[in-house]
């Protein structure tokens, strides 16, 4: 796949099949001697009854990152609307199913994938080498190796080809029905907008102590000072190691790196060797890319390989705990490096570790300190749990002055939201009275501004706009010529919308969008059906993992004990009720006869 990628670049197709190809390990890798189970590979979930091992686990994991990051720009982080360990559990399962359909995606297939999309095509929207090599040199800064990626290129491809195949029945869109979507979606809306910004209310917000401190005490939990966790750590830098890794490398092809450069390039096409800018390179330079490339992997194994082999008596002796851990970087005379303590979604200064790195390295405790391997770009690493720093609520002096920046800029928003929602009242009256938009704009001291002509399909415009777009439109679109929204809330600034003018798309623009309309029609209903589908198949897969287990675990407990309460105060109540009932009888009984 890569070489299609390159357009036939088949010498680095020979370079994938020849090197050993280095996977991303966080913990647990298969070839570390762990003996936690079979095959001395960690059971960390279970589907459909049977166990799923590490490695499969975090590979789903790592491909469900992937594909938020492809189709968001960003990667996801747990907390703001990413579950990490509910997207790899379905990632799993899909991969599981069409596997078991026996569904494949070539290399060839893959390559092609991977060029229709956006991230990877210049500004004319056209597939990119170059972007490529620059797109995978940013993913390897994020620990997403380019081999990572073909690997989820093929899983995305089998996951789509499995939705086509269960959610196609019931999925086709009548072409009658398809016109009329369409034109709504064509109809061209002229819109306009009263902008508020924050900024103009910032000096109107009444600032005291007792506010400040009340703002600060209501939201304590915002400035909360979050768990850390400090580390050592041994590097094993892949610089150290090119010489080990070439001769393991020559001995594997029986020639010298010069002579694999040399046959390589040979049985290439010449112009398929280009620099960062598409230059075609010379043969010098063509071979000592290709050199450069060998090197890379080899190295950066070779020192996976170093690391490994640190790590693994420990494992083998079951001696997993920071003494241990010291002592054996002691032994091989290596040294340990301490890490500054850092929060679960916080990166680790001057290391090239994976994004996801930190929120794992809270799975580790004192009595499960050591990790296996963890592959950086250049650097692989050892870490071994250190400390851990409980979380606290800050004095308020040490934050009073991000407590009045946030305090300042609530109050203006509320202040700007505010001025919005009035001004509607006041558009509307005064639209109905026959003004222009901009004319009572002006009349007001409102600042305006005139959006460009957009369709309900418009994925964006042309334009800096005081709100996010898709609030914009999605408030906007359901408006009829002359109407005014309500009050559209952002970041920096609050607006009021009013549409000019709706265009009716003429017959030819219809006909023109229809074929394709109807492909995105199916596609959607073929999600739909789909989404059935997978939603009654994956609660029979139950898969779960320890988290589950052990949230499982809690909630029967706590349901017990709910239960034992309850029997408790319902035998509480009866027996109280007993010695109200039991006292009138004693205090009625007749008295002895004196």
């Not at 590979?59 to 990413?82: C, H, K, M, V």
């Not at 070439?246 to 010069?258: C, G, P, S, V």
């Not at 004192?366 to 609520?393: D, L, Q």
């Amino acid at each position: 796949m890569f070489a299609a990628l390159r357009r036939n670049k088949t010498w680095l197709w020979g370079i994938l099949i020849i090197v050993v190809i280095i996977s991303f390990v966080i913990f647990f890798s298969p070839d570390v001697n762990l003996k936690r189970s079979e095959g001395d590979t960690a059971i960390v979930a279970y589907m459909d009854g049977k166990p799923v091992s590490q490695g499969q686990f975090h590979q789903a994991y790592t491909e469900a990152s992937i594909f938020y990051f492809l189709n968001n720009g960003q990667w996801p982080q747990d907390g703001r609307g990413w579950n990490a360990e509910a997207q790899a559990k379905q990632r799993l399962f899909l991969k599981d199913r069409a596997a078991k359909q026996g569904i494949t995606a070539t290399p060839q297939a893959a390559a092609v994938w991977l060029q229709s999309l956006p991230y990877f095509k210049d500004k004319d929207g056209n597939y990119s080498p170059a972007v490529y090599d620059r797109a995978l040199t940013n993913l390897a800064k994020a620990g997403i190796s380019r081999y990572m990626l073909e690997d989820y290129a093929r899983s995305e491809i089998a996951i789509k080809q499995l939705m086509a195949s269960f959610g196609l029945p019931g999925a086709m869109v009548s072409p009658r029905s398809a016109k009329a979507s369409l034109a709504d979606d064509k109809e061209t809306i002229v819109a306009e907008l009263a902008v508020f910004p924050t900024t103009n209310y910032l000096e109107g917000v009444n600032v005291n102590e007792t506010n400040l401190t009340r703002f600060y005490t209501n939201r304590m939990a915002s400035y909360r000072i979050p768990d850390k966790v400090k580390l050592h750590y041994v590097k094993f830098d892949s610089a150290n190691y090119v010489d080990e890794g070439i001769k393991r490398f020559e001995a594997k092809q029986k020639m010298t790196l010069d002579e694999f450069a040399d046959k390589v390039y040979k049985e290439s096409d010449a112009d398929s060797f280009k620099d960062d800018d598409g230059n075609v390179l010379s043969e010098a330079d063509a071979k000592v890319k290709i050199c450069d490339e060998v090197k890379k992997s080899t190295s950066l194994q070779a020192a996976r390989n170093a690391a490994r082999d640190f790590v693994n008596p420990c494992f083998e002796a079951e001696k997993l705990d920071e003494e241990d851990y010291l002592a054996a970087a002691k032994a091989a005379n290596l040294t340990v490096t301490d890490t500054e303590p850092f929060a679960r979604n916080e990166s680790i200064e001057g290391l090239d570790l994976p994004y996801n790195f930190s929120q794992s390295a809270f799975q580790l405790s004192k009595t499960n300190a050591i990790t296996t391997p963890v592959m950086g770009t250049t650097n692989v690493y050892v870490f071994c749990f250190a400390e851990k720093i409980a979380g606290k609520n800050p004095e308020y002096a040490d934050v009073a002055e991000k407590v009045l920046e946030d305090y300042k800029k609530q109050e203006s928003s509320t202040a700007a939201r505010t001025a919005a929602r009035n001004f509607a009242r006041t558009l509307t009256n005064s639209l109905a009275g026959g003004k222009a938009f901009d004319a009572i704009c002006d009349e007001a001291k409102v600042q305006h501004i005139a959006l460009p002509e957009f369709t309900a399909s418009a994925t964006s415009v042309d334009a800096e706009l005081p709100v996010a777009w898709m609030s914009l439109k999605n408030s906007i679109s359901q408006l009829n010529a002359g109407d005014v929204s309500n009050m559209i809330p952002g970041a920096d600034a609050s607006c009021i919308a009013y549409v000019k003018e709706r265009k009716a798309a003429d017959q030819a623009t219809i006909d023109g969008a229809l074929k394709d309309y109807l492909k995105d029609g199916l596609y959607d209903n073929l999600s739909t059906a789909f989404q059935e589908w997978f939603s009654t198949e994956y609660a029979k897969a139950d898969v779960k993992t320890k988290t589950d287990i052990d949230a499982a675990a809690r909630a029967e407990q706590e349901k017990a004990e709910r239960e034992a309460k309850a029997a408790a105060e319902e035998a509480a109540a009866k027996a109280a009720a007993a010695t109200t009932s039991a006292a009138p009888a004693a205090t009625n009984a007749p008295t002895a006869a004196k």
